[in-house]
T-cell receptor, first 112, second 113 residues
Framework: DAKTTQPPSMDCAEGRAANLPCNHS???????VYWYRQIHSQGPQYIIH???NNETNEMASLIITEDRKSSTLILPHATLRDTAVYYC?????????????FGKGTRLSVIA | GAGVSQSPSNKVTEKGKDVELRCDPI?????LYWYRQSLGQGLEFLIY????????KSGLPSDRFSAERTGGSVSTLTIQRTQQEDSAVYLC???????????FGSGTRLTVV
């Protein structure tokens, strides 16, 4: 699976959009981009995933650049409850159940 | 149940003792994973089970660690002769085969004193 690079930490004001970047310059054509987050003292939680088109669900939006070398997770109206570590993972979807590999992620702090 | 259940939520044990950690996956989820997370660190993969296939044990840090999954459902992670460096949160996750969406439990916080 391709390697990802994320900033170690970010701050965001409550109510504003949080834009979390992820670089995956070595991504291959059959690899998807997945995002998980881990709120303090809880297990990680799946957020969203995508291949090349932008995706949106009730939690977030995922914007993937045309060359697929980077992506941005957008939380449109961040709340204090969104404070967490956000993990960007690149993985071949057809790799069955081979385990997800979590990097260090980005620690997002939402500030009142 | 509605989610992945782990027990106990907290465990304090003396160095050298054996411990067993339990994971109850979501009903119907054929894949089950164990990870651990030391204080301030990322998630470290330990082992995973898929249906009746032989488990992938490639992440187990030593032969003191073992896991089993009975009847394709409940799993037990056993750590023998615990050491202080085993102190961590042990997380279990389950998923439907081929799914991207893991559901994690809340973990067991193990403290070896």
């Amino acid at each position: 699976d391709a390697k990802t690079t994320q900033p170690p930490s970010m701050d965001c004001a409550e109510g504003r959009a949080a834009n979390l970047p992820c670089n995956h310059s070595t991504i291959s054509g059959n690899e998807y981009v997945y995002w998980y987050r881990q709120i303090h003292s809880q297990g990680p939680q799946y957020i969203i995933h995508g291949l090349k088109n932008n995706e949106t669900n009730e939690m977030a939006s995922l914007i993937i650049t045309e060359d697929r070398k980077s992506s941005t997770l957008i939380l449109p109206h961040a709340t204090l409850r969104d404070t967490a570590v956000y993990y960007c993972i690149v993985r071949v979807a057809s790799s069955g159940n081979t385990p997800l590999v979590f990097g260090k992620g980005t620690r997002l702090s939402v500030i009142a | 149940g509605a989610g992945v259940s782990q027990s106990p939520s907290n465990k304090v044990t003396e160095k050298g003792k054996d411990v067993e950690l339990r994971c109850d996956p979501i009903s119907g989820h054929t894949a089950l994973y164990w990870y651990r997370q030391s204080l301030g660190q990322g998630l470290e993969f330990l082992i995973y089970f898929q249906g009746n296939s032989a488990p992938d044990k490639s992440g187990l840090p030593s032969d003191r660690f073992s896991a089993e999954r009975t009847g394709g459902s409940v799993s037990t992670l056993t750590i023998q002769r615990t050491q202080q460096e085993d102190s961590a949160v042990y997380l279990c996750a389950s998923s439907v085969q081929g799914s991207y969406g893991y559901t994690f439990g809340s973990g067991t916080r193990l403290t070896v004193v």
